[in-house]
């Protein structure tokens, strides 16, 4: 075990040149140049796995950059999105561990002051790979697929960029619960949605509150039915297009049958 603190860029890389089978990170915050290194760095046969935060507002100030992930994916890795993520970890072949305040940027790596633990202890580090994996398959957790990216990507050229409030030019490093919401005309989004997600989106929409439950939206069953009449199962392809519409870091799932909005 070793503390780290910046610049750890170069351990982390290492490690990453080492593993051979996988590697696997939980950050919220995601840049491209990092990425390209790490791409670059690794085996063809060592396997990405990334949890992060994909909200649109996260990708429209720049925290979460869209190329970093299709990269990922693009290199036979796999993206995931748990909203509410703040932990970063880095695990290398499950046998090696890094636990940080540094995000997958070059400044959690480089410019910030961060503070972290190396440690390759057997019952602590798979204590963290199951952690991980129990992330990996927590009910609120989504697959980010290269579709999703192709839409956010359409509907973030559309969002006029004046809209949202204007970030300092500064890596901001911690999410704030009132940085989560992009505030943008609702146009942009309904023109890049069609079929069930743009129906579900609209019914949300109109749902006044920015939490809503479940049942709340299932009110809308009657509307939904006439639009797709021949549908047998409206309750359940309700449920369906919100995952939907969180892969696209629209909504988070907050538990208990209870949704945010992640737009307004």
Avoid at 16 to 29: A, G, L, R, Y
Avoid at 96 to 124: C, P
Avoid at 197 to 202: D, G, T
Avoid at 218 to 238: A, G, M, S
């Amino acid at each position: 075990m070793k503390i780290l603190t910046n610049p750890w860029k170069n351990d982390f890389l290492e490690l990453v040149n080492q593993s051979k089978k996988s590697i696997k990170i939980t950050s919220p915050f995601v840049k491209n140049d990092v990425c390209a290194e790490l791409i670059k760095a690794k085996s063809s046969s060592t396997k990405i796995d990334l949890i992060t935060s994909f909200k649109l507002m996260s990708i429209y100030s720049g925290s979460l950059d869209v190329s970093a992930i299709e990269n990922i994916i693009d290199n036979n890795g796999t993206v995931k999105n748990f909203p509410n993520l703040h932990s970063k970890i880095y695990l290398f072949d499950d046998a090696k561990a890094i636990i940080t305040s540094g995000n997958l940027t070059y400044g959690g790596m480089l410019k910030n002051f961060e503070y972290g633990i190396y440690l390759d202890e057997k019952s602590i580090v798979k204590t963290i790979v199951d952690d991980f994996n129990s992330l990996s398959k927590n009910e609120k957790t989504g697959i980010v697929k290269k579709s999703d990216l192709e839409t956010v990507k359409n509907i973030l050229e559309k969002i006029p960029k004046s809209t949202s409030p204007k970030l300092p030019s500064f890596e901001i490093e911690t999410p704030e619960e009132n940085l989560d919401i992009i505030t943008t005309p609702v146009e942009p989004i309904l023109s890049s949605l069609s079929g069930w997600k743009l129906e579900v989106f609209k019914c949300a929409n109109t749902i006044p509150k920015q939490v809503f439950t479940l049942n709340e939206i299932n009110r809308f069953e009657d509307h939904l039915k006439k639009v797709y009449p021949t549908n047998q199962h409206i309750t359940d392809k309700i449920r369906q297009q919100l995952q939907y519409l969180r892969d696209l870091g629209l909504l988070e799932f907050l538990g208990s049958g209870k949704y945010k909005k992640l737009w307004k």
